[in-house]
């Protein structure tokens, strides 16, 4: 909850002056001389005041993502996966550990859920995919690396898995305008952006069926879900936009990597073929460099940079010109 707010709150509910609100949290920020933020002071005046900031969780309630700040105890909430994140191994103080984590989702937001050790079986044995319900139970919520939020299982934490007569709002999927400035993992969103940056694009083969890469075999191309298959070559196309507030990577797979550079994977691989990847990237250059593009897609987490990428699930080359203005109009682009 912001300082302001707590302010209000306190002032509503005792009749204290917002100057001797203030004062009281200055004089707690002294007295732990930096060991607690601003809002932790504010908060610890209004448990003084007997306020109670978080009735809801206080008393056990279930809340709204939207409501989970870092910093909760006792958190009681419900979801619906959205993303699901590869488990990885860590060694700490000599002990090697494990740990995963999984995008939630309701009708208010979106928050990472994370899982350590044992628990991160939930997701190496499938039990939790895209969709599945979750009733989360005494979690903690704690600040990101980003600055934003996220949820830990503690030991004495309850996850259940589709929980009986609970049905979830997930977020609606219809991609609200944000600024890449703004973007927080997990996000579904529409940016309005220039692309200043292209990559030569990548190729890959994969199953005609389900799209997953595929390996070579024995007896040929292996599908890990379909077994052996006749594969399709898919590209992969990676250019960085900028919307005049900060920059962000983005990837365009197959059907919208073909929109973006206007060619087909088998024509983009007849111009190697004829000429050579350098032909390939003019071309694609000439066509969306310095272009300002519309994307809707997916924001994720790039670990081994630690660092926040866009992955497109729908692109328009020429925006509504109306929307171009209207962002130029608020100093936005």
């Known amino acids: 909850m912001p300082v302001k707010d707590v302010v209000n709150k306190i002032h509503e509910e005792t009749g204290l002056s917002f100057e001797e609100i203030n004062e009281q949290i200055q004089t707690k920020l002294q007295k732990f001389d930096g060991l607690i933020s601003e809002e932790g002071s504010a908060y610890i005046v209004a448990s003084e005041c007997g306020i109670k900031l978080f009735p809801e969780v206080e008393q056990g309630e279930e809340i709204k993502i939207e409501k989970i700040l870092a910093g909760m105890q006792s958190v009681n909430f419900v979801g619906s996966a959205t993303r699901i994140f590869e488990p990885r191994t860590f060694v700490k103080d000599g002990q090697e550990g494990k740990v995963g ?183 694609i250059d000439f066509q969306l460099l310095g272009r300002t593009i519309e994307v809707t897609g997916r924001v994720t987490l790039n670990k081994a940079f630690e660092r926040i990428e866009f992955q497109i699930n729908n692109l328009i080359l020429e925006p509504n010109p109306i929307l171009i203005a209207n962002q130029l109009l608020k100093g936005e682009s």
């Open 101 to 283: 984590s999984f995008i939630v989702g309701d009708e208010t937001g979106t928050i990472r859920i994370v899982l350590w050790d044992d628990r991160i079986d939930w997701l190496v044995n499938g039990k939790i995919s895209q969709g599945t319900n979750v009733k989360v139970k005494n979690a903690y919520a704690k600040q990101d690396i980003r600055g934003g939020r996220e949820v830990h299982l503690g030991k004495k934490s309850i996850l259940i898995v589709d929980p009986k007569g609970v049905t979830v709002k997930a977020p609606a999927q219809t991609g609200e305008m944000k600024k890449i400035a703004n973007l927080e993992e997990g996000d579904f969103v529409t940016l309005l952006a220039t692309v200043v940056q292209v990559f030569p694009p990548n190729f890959y083969l994969s199953c005609p069926q389900c799209g997953k890469k595929v390996f070579e075999g024995e007896l040929g191309m292996v599908c890990p879900k379909h077994n052996q298959v006749q594969p399709k070559k898919v590209m992969i196309l990676n250019f960085v936009l900028d919307d005049g507030t900060e920059t962000v990577r983005a990837t365009a797979f197959r059907n919208t990597a073909e929109k973006a550079t206007s060619l087909n994977t088998d024509e983009a691989q007849e111009i190697i073929d004829k000429d050579d990847e350098t032909s390939l990237k003019e071309i």
